[in-house]
């Protein structure tokens, strides 16, 4: 009889392929191992067997397998089926979810790989631009294939810039198939054991009599072992003893020294404050009305104000949790959240946290894999960003999503397009675990979820410690800048603010949601403004660099110091970002310490830490910075919060923008005066009488959501529909407008709903490719299966016209 093992290829294939395999290894092979798989001409890929059977495929004739990797499942059942919902619902292939659901450590391909070199740190000069493409790359996902490579230079010849990266030890490259995980093994030193019995001190002291170093080294190891009362590492002795490696040597040729190795956790934490807090009385009461939402419903919201101690309350939850022996996953928008959090977690934890993100290496991500799946007291709660959410859980008991409203959870690119919030509930269903979402702005979705029963709802409505919520001052720009109050992008009354605050002692955050010095350049002569010419957007300007940048695919050249349509010199900045306010505040407060976060300043593994360490080590008077400010960062002494331009967050060209700038503003409002005294928050705009800015001024979210639900329901939106984008591109302007208008015929003829487009988005192209977009909008009562099926027929046929094969067609569900 044959036998056959169905396998997930890490590729954009929509189904399983189907493998012939021996009956020793029918009875040895689970679902969740890895199997490597011959596939396409030559190529070896690391599959995962989800399935085994004896039904031979009828297409095509099975292959046998290469090897089996995996002793154990690596993925279990419930990944699996949460797999193929994401991939459903989603309508992403199965392998794409497979593919960014793993560590790449796990993913074996025999073909070229880039890596990144561990030892290499970034000195942002060193890098060509193209180089730090690649480079940046790699901080993401620790492995390129060099044909993604290829897409992110965006032309075929890479081999020079690969060649350089090299050249300067950035990267190496790796051809065949083999485990990428290794244990990190520690040296370790030790008398020999002859030398332990009885007092034999003066026995290796006499030996030595005449090597003086030597002699020296062994009495630094009876100190250091003194002291430590455990293990000494060859490191403590080089380092900490200052003993040279030539002296341990020779102690070791003498047999007096002995070397073992043992391995170790790359991640350890270490508890330092257990005794900990207690629950305010406002607290425990939330407390305890979240334990009783859990009773009857598996998610509950907590609607806290900013710095109420939402995040006190889910230490005491996730503690009953863990004292029942679950699992739990707390997940953050943003990594930049997590160097907080963490300390404050570990400070009650311990060991038992383990942290999960993208910017950790290859074989930390294996080995938090590991000891999830094995259920290890190690990682035992779970923080991360959200592809956390692909971790092996085996018991999950509780799941805490904070700052729930933040866009940062739902990926973008590349598929599997999902939204952590709502695949992590569902996730959640096959444990039967709790969740709970935590925010001072909830999502409207979430709110209104909880509006009609669906979730539970609890609400904390003060600060803690009886802290007073920020005062709030509009500041009118029009009224300034008339009457001529304005120092470049400050009012006299910010500036007044600031130096107050600053002659108190205490910090000041200022926020301007646009990075680079300006936006773009134009020559007030003609009226040219310098734009990318691959993408369809103008060049930031970048004073400090003398640089016009593109932020869509990289591009830049030296800023002009003459127009390059009339040539004159007459060349000025419109609007302003970060680098520029940030500038200005130099020349008004030249003797204060000024600090800038964005993009742009916080590269690299540690690029956050350092600025918001300095920030809170008070190392920083100013700290000058994008949205990245708004996500939930503690600081104590931090007493006013500026705004400089409410306006561009109000007027974005998407449904959401209003529900978005409410909740910008009022979190990074929270940043001020979390401790002792009133916070203040300055907001300078030209429409300070617009709806949303006096709800963020009164603090009323309610308001903020009747307001935005009414206007979802008119003009057909979530929560009341369900939205589909599929975006089209190609280099080929009249192809790719040709064939979405093809799609969009057949879309809008088959579907009873309501099919917008083909419409040109306000970016209509980015590196060289044509971009238009058709959204589906499918109502609430109406099957989204059966809605996705008829889209995805649509596009097969879309895929089986000739003229459109290479139009490239992604779909994209709950896109905003
Ligand atoms: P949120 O997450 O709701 O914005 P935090 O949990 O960050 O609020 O709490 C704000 C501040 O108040 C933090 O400095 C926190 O340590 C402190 N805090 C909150 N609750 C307590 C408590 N019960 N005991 C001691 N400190 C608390
Ligand atoms: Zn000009
Ligand atoms: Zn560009």
Redesign the pocket.
């Known amino acids: 009889m044959p036998f056959f093992v169905e396998v997930i290829l890490p590729l954009a294939l929509p189904k399983p392929f189907t493998y012939s395999i021996t009956e020793a290894e029918y009875n040895y092979i689970k679902p969740g191992m890895r199997i490597a798989v011959p596939f396409g001409k030559s190529k070896v890929y690391t599959g995962i067997a989800i399935n085994l059977h004896t039904t031979p495929p009828q297409l095509y004739e099975a292959k046998e397998i290469d090897q089996i990797l995996d002793e154990e499942p690596i993925v279990t059942q419930q990944q699996l089926k949460h797999w193929e919902w994401i991939a459903s619902y989603y309508m992403c292939n199965i392998g794409d979810v497979y593919r960014s659901a793993m560590p790449s450590a796990y993913l074996l391909e025999s073909e070229t790989i880039i890596v990144k070199k561990e030892e290499y740190t970034e000195q942002n000069s060193e890098l060509t631009d193209e180089e730090y493409l690649i480079y940046e790359a790699l901080q993401n996902q620790s492995a390129l294939k060099i044909q993604e490579a290829v897409s992110i230079l965006n032309k075929k010849n890479i081999l020079p810039v690969i060649n350089k990266l090299l050249a300067k030890n950035a990267i190496s490259l790796r051809e065949e198939v083999k485990e990428k995980y290794k244990p990190k093994r520690i040296k370790y030193i030790k008398l020999r054991d002859e030398f332990l019995q009885g007092d034999k001190l003066n026995e290796i002291l006499e030996i030595l009599s005449r090597a003086q170093k030597q002699r020296e080294a062994v009495l630094q190891y009876f100190q250091l072992y003194a002291v430590e009362k455990k293990p000494i590492t060859a490191k403590q002795l080089t380092e900490t003893a200052g003993v040279s490696s030539t002296v341990l040597k020779s102690l070791t040729d003498k047999e007096i020294f002995e070397e073992y190795y043992l391995e170790e956790d790359r991640v350890t934490f270490h508890a330092t404050d257990n005794s900990g ?4 009385e406002k ?1 425990q009461k939330a407390f305890e009305a979240v334990k009783a939402s859990f009773t009857e419903k598996q998610v509950t919201l907590l609607h ?1 104000v ?7 309350l889910y230490i005491k939850l996730i503690e009953e949790y863990i004292n029942q022996d679950k699992q739990v996953l707390y997940l953050l928008p943003e990594i930049a959240l997590t160097t907080q959090l963490v300390a404050r977690l570990t400070a009650y934890f311990g060991n038992q946290v383990a942290v999960f993100h993208s910017k950790y290496t290859n074989n930390e991500r294996v080995e938090t894999w590991q000891q999830v799946i094995q259920e290890s007291e190690k990682a035992k709660i779970i923080i991360g960003a959200r592809s956390s959410l692909f971790l092996p859980f085996k018991n999950l008991g509780l799941i805490v999503i904070d700052e729930e409203h933040e866009q940062t959870f739902k990926q973008q690119d590349p598929a599997p397009r999902y939204h952590a919030r709502d695949a992590t509930i569902v996730l959640a269903g096959y444990f039967n675990a709790k969740v709970l979402l935590g925010s001072a702005t909830p999502a409207i979705e979430s709110y209104y979820n909880a509006a009609n029963k669906k979730y539970g709802y609890v609400q904390m409505k003060e600060r ?2 009886n802290v007073v919520p920020p005062e709030i001052v509009l500041v009118d720009l029009k009224d300034k800048y008339k009457r001529k109050r304005m120092k470049g992008h400050f009012s006299d009354q910010l500036i007044e603010a600031i130096t107050e605050t600053l002659s108190e002692g205490k910090q000041v955050i200022l926020f301007q949601n646009r990075r680079g010095f300006s936006p773009w350049v134009e020559c007030l002569t003609c009226g040219h403004v310098p734009q990318c010419p691959q993408c369809d957007v103008s060049l930031t300007f970048y004073k400090y660099k003398k640089q016009l940048r593109c932020h869509y695919c990289g591009y830049n050249i030296a800023s002009p110091t003459q127009c390059h349509q009339c040539h004159s010199t007459d060349i000025s900045t419109k609007g302003f970002g970060t680098e520029q306010i940030e500038m200005e505040l130099k020349e008004i407060f030249p003797e204060k310490n000024i600090s800038r976060m964005d993009q742009d300043t916080t590269r690299g593994k540690y690029g956050y830490e350092r600025i918001i360490d300095a920030f809170k080590n008070r190392e920083v008077d100013i700290l000058v910075g994008t949205q990245m400010l708004a996500k ?1 960062l ?1 600081f104590d002494n931090v007493n006013l919060v500026g705004i400089l331009n409410a306006d561009n967050m109000l007027y974005q060209p998407d449904f959401r923008a209003f529900e978005r700038a409410y909740q910008m503003m009022v979190q990074v409002a929270g940043r001020a005066g ?1 401790k002792d005294i009133q916070g203040k928050v300055y907001i300078q705009t030209y429409n300070p009488l617009h709806n949303v800015i006096q709800q963020v001024t009164d603090n009323n979210y309610e308001g903020m959501y009747k307001e935005q639900l009414h206007e979802r329901i008119n003009f057909k939106y979530p929560p009341f529909y369900k939205l589909i984008r599929l975006t089209l591109k190609h280099r080929d302007y009249e192809k790719l407008k040709d064939g979405a208008m093809w799609l969009y015929s057949v879309l809008s003829q088959n579907l009873k709903m309501p099919v917008l487009g083909p419409e040109e988005p306000a970016i209509s192209r980015i590196r060289n490719e044509y971009i238009r977009t058709i959204i589906i909008k499918v109502p609430q009562d109406t099957s989204l299966g059966y809605s996705k099926g008829v889209i995805q027929k649509a596009m097969s046929s879309f895929d089986s016209i000739p003229a459109y094969k290479s139009v490239k067609v992604v779909a994209n569900v709950d896109p905003y």
Do not use: A, C, D, I
């Open positions: 807090f207690s629950l305010s607290q806290g900013t710095s109420s101690g939402k995040t006190e803690y410690g939930g503690h979390r």
